[in-house]
């Protein structure tokens, strides 16, 4: 008996509109290894919630469990996952609930931590973790009360290499013991050879997909635009970040930074670093809403950061969208800050035109899956043009075409003359952008000209 399979599954958020899940089938054993992947927003997060019981809407078809399934589920943000303030209690969350003696859980959420890669302190705040640690130690939360079924929703976008190398030999470690993994994911290459069966998600269907058993290279954007030519008259400087040392009160040092780096106008820089380095600190310093690390030698439009100076003039992508996010639809919600900034509502329309998003204007951005909030967040932002833009890993959770229709709208913004600093946690190549800013080994630092050296070389 499979551990679980379903047949004829017909789903959909609203009546009246298509079904994301239209007669799909699917069947999971023990040691099997399934990956999805499909469009933004085509349905693959729900197909997930669905196989975990977490759907409040009710499906037509069927679904046949074993009687001694466990499923563990690691969803695309693992914020809404968190339940309790420290990252031992919310290990041990799941051993409570099992009625695990407690002279046994210590030893066990020990274990999890160190399967995972995370070694911190049980006593640690979740909330001092980085977006790319709690999924980490959602996993932990996961694994400790060994599930037989384990659904991880985008792994790849938020662990950095590393992460995605330790999660590699935990699945493989799973999958030998009989353990099932249904993932959804963009890159399926960074697990092939783990992949039994590899679907793709198109309209409401799984259809059989090919098998990819290369690792992919260091990630690198799908750009097929030049980039602009920034003109003289764009030098001008819009950040500066003096030498500095980065960290939160009474805390560790996160990152020095010995040199002063700048950002111009009409120019794209990458900070590129581990989870957990300080990337999102370090925007939201910058955009002044960062609380806790005093006062930085920071200049940003020629002044010092502090929330609700910049007006238009400033804007910051968080990495977790939904934050951001706060009207009741798509169109409304891009309108807002121009209503705010009396700026032309028309941009609104403009916009979604340009990015082929028109059909998500009367949608509500709260019932979009994660990469759409990212894409609407950001194109929200972008009708602002603003003279400096922050952006948060902008690129998680999109397929390869809102990849490029994001890139486009970076370029677009650079001609204009945006100075732009986006966050990831892989490399990026300096074909892609002006420079690259990396936060490794405790230091802030600008690597473009090493890189240059060593492409020439």
């Not at 290459?189 to 409401?204: K, M, R, Y």
């Not at 590129?272 to 002044?288: H, I, M, Q, R, Y």
């Not at 929200?380 to 603003?386: H, K, Q, R, V």
Request: net charge negative; aromatic share 6%; proline share 4%.
């Amino acid at each position: 008996m499979n551990l679980i399979e379903l047949k004829g599954i017909h789903f959909g958020y609203d009546t009246h509109q298509v079904a994301i899940l239209d007669d799909l089938h699917l069947s999971v054993n023990h040691g099997e290894c399934h990956c999805i992947s499909g469009a933004t927003g085509c349905g693959k997060s729900s197909l997930l919630h669905l196989i975990a019981g977490e759907l409040s809407r009710p499906f037509e078809g069927e679904m046949i469990r074993h009687p001694a399934l466990m499923v563990g589920l690691v969803m695309q943000d693992p914020n809404v996952q968190v339940l309790r303030q420290s990252v031992g209690a919310e290990i041990a969350f799941a051993l409570e609930n099992l009625g695990t003696p407690s002279v046994k859980m210590l030893e066990k959420v020990q274990q999890a931590l160190r399967r995972v890669g995370l070694y911190i302190s049980i006593d640690t705040p979740v909330d001092v973790l980085s977006l790319g640690q709690k999924y980490r130690l959602m996993l932990a939360a996961q694994l400790v009360f060994e599930p037989n079924l384990l659904l991880l929703d985008e792994p790849w976008t938020q662990l950095d290499n590393h992460g995605v190398q330790e999660l590699y030999f935990v699945l493989k470690s799973l999958l030998s013991d009989g353990v099932a993994i249904v993932m959804v994911e963009h890159h399926p290459q960074a697990f092939g050879t783990l992949i039994s069966h590899l679907w793709q998600l198109e309209q409401g269907k799984l259809v059989a997909g090919l098998y990819l058993p290369s690792v992919p290279r260091e990630h690198k954007l799908n750009v097929t635009a030049a980039k602009a030519t920034t003109s003289e008259s764009c030098a001008e400087e819009r950040v500066r970040i003096s030498p500095h040392r980065f960290q939160f009160t009474g805390r560790e040092t996160l990152f020095r930074c010995a040199n002063t780096l700048s950002l111009a106008a009409g120019e794209i820089v990458a900070l590129v670093g581990d989870n957990g380095s300080g990337k999102s600190s370090l925007l939201k310093a910058l955009a002044g809403i960062q609380a806790d690390i005093g006062q930085l030698p920071f200049s940003v439009l020629g002044k010092r950061p502090k929330l609700g100076i910049y007006g238009p003039n400033l804007s910051l992508l968080l990495q977790r969208p939904n934050r951001q996010l706060f009207e009741q639809t798509v169109l409304t919600e891009m309108q807002f800050s121009l209503r705010r900034f009396k700026l032309p509502l028309t941009r609104a329309e403009q916009m979604l035109a340009q990015l082929s998003l028109m059909g998500l204007a009367a949608a509500s951005p709260h019932k979009l899956s994660y990469g759409q909030q990212h894409i609407i967040a950001l194109a929200s932002l972008a009708c602002l043009t603003p003279k400096v833009l922050l952006l948060d890993d902008p690129f998680a959770g999109l397929d390869s075409v809102h990849c490029e229709k994001v890139w486009q709208l970076l370029l677009q913004l650079r001609q204009q003359g945006c100075a732009i600093l986006l966050s990831s946690h892989r490399e990026m190549s300096l074909d892609d952008v002006d420079r690259v800013w990396h936060i490794e080994s405790g230091f802030l630092l600008d690597r473009s000209e090493s890189m240059e050296q060593s492409y020439a070389g």
